[in-house]
């Protein structure tokens, strides 16, 4: 009877469990799963709705668009996403150390350095048009009339627009990760002689590594979220150095090749999900 009753117990908890994540396996379904599904079944038909699997995804490693939007788009996720990491890495850094001499001035470049996350993505786009436009505050320096958004710089003004809204988030999780480790090892690694850098590469990374691994993930998440940036500035059809894979996908949606779109999008996954499994692995074995 005893036995009874904890196996009824044990059904009861599962039960309970069950409910308790249904409503966000109910939003996972929805918002994730069916459109998955969705987009795997328009990437087998062509625009004549004819089955096509292999065709689509052959038209598109023959396409200069999408191998344009390949390639422009890997440079910015490695530049942007390197640099972002490096600059965030040493604010972070300067603040920790900051604390020790003069906490205040600590506390108002935390807060300075999140100010970009709460700028309007309208603000920021206008902000770069009154810099870099034809008759723009750039060319009124320098005296030129050049229209830097329809040049090939226009690819390092998507850069350092995804840098300046996104470091401040970045500085503030290594700064906590930096605060984490114990100062006695530290003072430890001083007492021995090591130097800054000595103590940045085999003290500091190593311990924050989770971090890294965090804000990487995240800066891949924010490249991947600067589209609207992008269409407000270049619209749909930009310098070919800034052409990325979010203008592919929405130019073939816009002409109605459904087909051509879900490949892409689908190519663009496998691309995405492959990246995120070498970098959890690559956590693991350094964990």
């Known amino acids: ?45 062509n625009r004549g709705g004819r089955f096509a699997l292999l065709a689509n995804y052959r038209s598109l490693f023959n396409s200069h668009a999408f191998m344009l939007a390949l390639r422009n788009t890997g440079l910015y996720l490695i530049i942007g996403g390197g640099l972002i990491i490096i600059i965030s890495l040493l604010l972070a850094q300067v603040i920790f150390e900051m604390i020790n001499k003069n906490i205040r001035l600590a506390i108002f470049a935390k807060i300075s350095f999140l100010m970009p996350l709460v700028v309007p993505t309208g603000v920021s786009v206008i902000f770069v048009q009154i810099l870099f436009a034809t008759n723009g505050s750039i060319n009124t320096w320098l005296g030129t009339q050049t229209d830097w958004l329809n040049t090939p710089f226009a690819f390092w003004i998507l850069v350092m627009l995804y840098i300046w809204k996104n470091f401040g988030y970045f500085v503030i999780i290594f700064f906590v990760a930096f605060s984490m480790i114990s100062p006695e090892v530290y003072e430890a690694a001083k007492c021995d002689g090591a130097g800054k850098l000595r103590i940045l590469f085999s003290i500091t990374l190593p311990q924050i590594v989770p971090s890294l691994f965090f804000v990487f993930i995240m800066s891949i998440i924010g ?18 150095a800034a052409y990325m894979f979010q203008n592919f996908i929405k130019n073939n949606l816009d002409n109605m090749d459904f087909g051509r779109a879900a490949s892409s999008a689908t190519v663009f996954l496998l691309i995405f999900s492959v990246l995120i499994f070498f970098m959890i692995r690559l956590a693991e074995r350094n964990e």
């Not at 396996?25 to 990437?43: E, M, Q, T």
């Not at 490249?223 to 070919?240: A, H, T």
């Open 1 to 45: 009877m005893h036995r009874n009753f904890k196996l009824t117990l044990h059904k009861r908890k599962a039960l309970t469990g069950m409910i308790l994540i249904l409503p966000g396996f109910i939003g996972f379904a929805f918002y994730i799963l069916i459109p998955l599904f969705y987009n795997l079944y328009h990437s087998a038909f």
């Open 223 to 240: 490249v991947f979220k600067m589209n609207r940036e992008s269409y407000l500035l270049f619209g749909n059809y930009p310098n070919e």
